[in-house]
């Protein structure tokens, strides 16, 4: 088979050519970062654990109407999605107090907001993805008004999906962070859903316990990030047969 074009490599994903035009293969990887890539580790069946993840929840939102570049899941490690203009922003849903929104305004970490509150970060690691107002990305055009009123929209209306399908599995979506990208059809631009929804861009939290089942597991070294997402795989009723890890290697019998 020829090798497959690789188009990007970033912390959790590596992006290749896809087989049909305008497509491309998101491919991913067990590694785990935070603090801006400054902790490291490489955690066994992470990367299939948000594949199948991604696919559940973009399949969702899919049959509720959400445009996502979500096309299809092609093994366990890889699914094909629509190739798109991603807009450098990075969107963040808050419902409850937590990460950076509790540090900035110095709110204890639980709370549940006045209402769901969307924050903007530009996308730019060396930065370490600043927080931007409407007013920046109008000003250096990241996005047009028009764009930002989809944007939040899509925003909201992921929000309450995630939010009641993980509430039936009684886990409470504090926040998350989505991405989007354009796409054109003939003379039209629109914007769909990209990138993934995992537990790596998302909190996580048991209704019953407080529990943390997301990234924020790794971030904070609470234990083990694979039994945190492999629960709220389970849940959700996306496992695998034979779990998340590969199979042990075969042993020679003599
Ligand atoms: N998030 C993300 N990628 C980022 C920054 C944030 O997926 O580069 C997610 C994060 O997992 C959390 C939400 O966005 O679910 C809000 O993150 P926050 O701003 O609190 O940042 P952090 O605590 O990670 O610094």
Known sequence: MARRKKIYEGK??????GPEPGTIVQY?????????AQKHDVIEGKGVLNNLLSEFFMTGLGNVGVPTHFIKRMNMREQMVRACEIVPLEIIVRNYAAGSLAKRLGLDEGGQLPRPIVEYCLKDDALGDPLVSEEHIAAFGWASQQDMDDILSLALRVNDFLSGVLFG????????????GRVYDGDFQRLILADEISPDSCRLWDIETGQKLD????????GSLTDAYTEVARRLGVLPRGGATPMAKPTLIN
């Open 12 to 17: 959790a994903k590596i992006l290749y050519e």
């Open 169 to 180: 599995v009684g886990i409470r979506l504090a926040d998350f962070k989505i991405e989007v």
């Open 215 to 222: 990234k924020d597991v790794f971030r904070r070294d609470l």
């Open 28 to 36: 991913f990887k067990d590694d785990a970062t935070a603090f801006n």
